[in-house]
Structure formats: C-alpha cells, structure tokens
C-alpha cells in the first residue's frame, strides 16, 4: 500500500542530509565494526575525566533521597525544572553581568528540537498569507536547519568571502555588504563555532549583527552548541553574548551527555513560552535526567572550570593531532585547503577544482570503509545553486580516536589524488 504525505509529511519523512548522516552514525556505532572509520557525525568523544563526573552524579543520585524519583518518574514543567531553569540564569548573571530571570529560560528535548520551535515560530507561513524567512549571514551552516520547516524552505543565504590564511588554510567571513534586510526576513541565526567549519564569528562580527537584527525589529539567534562558556569547544577568544532580542542555545550533548537531550535556550520571554507551549503539545514534557545530573555542577560553577579545564583543552590536542595529520595525508604540494579550526568537533576540507561532486567522493569513501559528509548539504537556502565551491568540500570529525582519525584521512587523500589522476588521463 501506498501512501500520500501532506506537505509537512513531505518535508519531514522523505529524507534529508542530517537523517542520512544520524542513519550512518546509529548504523556505524551499533554494528561497524573495527574497520569502520566514522568520521562523518558529531557524536562527541568519550572523555574520561568527563564520564567520571556523570558516574559520581548518578551515584549521588542513588544516594540522595528521591533523587531518582525527581530524575526518572516525574514530569518537570513543559519549559524546564525551575530549579534548573534558576540555576543558569543565575549562572550567566554572576559570570557575566547579564540580567537573566528563569522566565528568561527554557529546556527543550536537545537542540535540535529547539531550532525546530524557533524557526517554525518565527518563519513559514504568516497569518496574513506572507512567508517569512531565517536569514543564514553565513554558509556552509549546520546540516540539521535545513530541512526544518514545516511549511516549505525557511532560509535564505548569504555566500561567505573566503580568505586564504595560509598555504593549505583558509577561513570564511560574513559578507555584509551583502547581507539585506528585507521584510520577509524573520530572524538572523549563525552557529558560533559555526557548524561545519569551526568557524568563529568575532566579537565585532556578532556585535554587528545583533545592531542589524535590533534595527530591523527581528532576533538575533545564536547557536551555541559548541561555544563559550559551556561546552568550550572554542580555541579562539570570543565573548559570549545576549541581549533583549537575542536568542542563545546551548546543549549539554557536546559535554558528553548526547543521549540525555537537554537542549537549553535563553531569550526573551515570549519566546521561551512560546517554545514550553510548544514542548507541552509535542511531547508533554522534556527529559530530566540531564538537569538532574548537572544542576549542581551549574549551581556551584563547575560546569564552567570543566569547560575550561577538561573539554577544551581535551579537544583542543585531538584537533592539532588531527590538523598535522590532515598535512602529513595530503602533502604540501597538493592543492587542497582546510578551513581554520577555531572550535567544534570537525575539520572542513576544501578541494579546488575537484573534478568529481562531494557526494560521489562521500560514496567512493563509504565503499573503502570512511563515512564523511559530503559538503554540498551545508549550503542551502543560496540562490546559486551551481555554485562550484559547494560540491568540492566534506566535513570530517576528529573526536574519534587518532588512529581512525589518521587512517581515515589517509584513504580521503587517496581518492582525492585517484580522482584527480582519472579524470587527466
């Protein structure tokens, strides 16, 4: 039998690249195997130090009375507990002067969840027949916006300048004399680190855009899955920021609590009861295992010195491990370039003139055993399709271990120069 989809149906259930890339993660960590080389997800890496701290939690949880009974057999508020909810608002008040109240905050089922609220509050269809759009100042963006809304496209894009900042390394940069405002736009949202990339919009750059959004009436949304102060996943300064109009995300998943989905967002009032209305008719309430686990460790501060401590610095030495191997794989004399890693989980790979597409390279690598992401899902919402840059770029992960790391981008090299090789013969 066959079925007809509406078109929320059409756009949710008939694939999208962050299913393909969660098909070939779930696949791969379930039944790989030893020679599978998954470089392809953002699972976060297994940290010692971290898993520690989760064990010691739910230890503590057993222990304290009705501690499992408030983590596992109750349901919290659809926008949090609010003890939860106090504790990180006080948190950022006290390490950064903002003017933060519970009501300032929510909790969603991860992240992702949360972008899936947002965007469809914000954009789509409006009341008065108009369709509304989420601005990207910046692409390639997270694979995972793209196919969020409900009501057809929610984006549009804006190409990014590319700077050459070294032999094999370049960086993108938000093109602002390109970046209009037009009536339909809805809000302006960008990942810090960016999801691909690793790329870090600066202090000016933000402060820049915040002035545009607060101009022109629409929020500014910031996705801070990777960023400062928590997880930390960020090598380069910048300075986390909120203001009346902007919206901040955050996660605990990239701290190592991926299976707890515990998506946090901080923004203005409306907005945060607008995602718990939200959260209460999708699925009543959120999971609170994750707050349960890490309400004290927010409460006294050391969610933030684990940051610091623990995950950056962790991260940090497999990036470096990772970037030499990426430079010992494709050799100096290669032309190939590798986006400057400022923060998150992966390395983006840029290969000029590429006479094969992204996704024909993602299929000869998955055939010898590398799962990557193929570049062209990260540039959506552009008006230029045929866009060569887009199909000659892959996202590669390097939280798993080195030796997978360094196989991998070995095999990746290969089929690069083989393609190279065919198509001169």
Known sequence: MSYEFSQFGRQLGCGSGIGELMEDLGHALASGGPELKMLGGGQPAQIPEMNAVWRRRLEELMEESSGLNRAL??????????HFLSAIADLFNESFGWNLSSENVGV?????TAFYFLFNLLAGQMPDGSHRKILLPLVPEYIGYANQGVSG????????????????????????????ITPDIAAICASRPTNPTGNVLTDEEIARLSAIAKQHGIPLIIDNAYGAPFPG?????????????VVLTLSLSKLGLPATRTGIVIGPPAIIRALGSSS?????????????????????GEILRLSREVVRPFYEAKCQLARQAAHDAFGEDAEWF??????ALFLWFWFPGLPIHSQELYDRLKKRGVLVIPGHHFF????????????????????MEESIVCDGLRIIAEEVRLARDQAVR
């Open 153 to 180: 496209d929610l984006f549009r894009s804006v190409p990014p300048l590319i700077e050459k900042t070294g032999p094999h390394e370049f960086k993108y940069r938000v093109d602002f004399d390109q970046l209009n």
């Open 73 to 82: 057999t109750t349901y919290d508020p659809p926008s949090g507990n609010p």
């Open 338 to 343: 590798m986006h400057r890693s400022e923060g």
């Open 108 to 112: 969603t089922s991860g992240g992702q």
């Open 233 to 245: 996943i960020i090598f380069t300064p910048a300075t986390p920021f909120w203001d009346d109009h």
């Open 280 to 300: 209460a008719i999708a699925g009543l309430s959120n999971p609170n295992i994750g707050q349960q686990i890490t309400l004290p460790l927010i409460q006294s």
């Open 380 to 399: 959506f919402g552009l008006d230029d399709t045929h866009w060569a840059h887009r199909h000659e770029c892959i996202r590669v992960s390097y939280a």
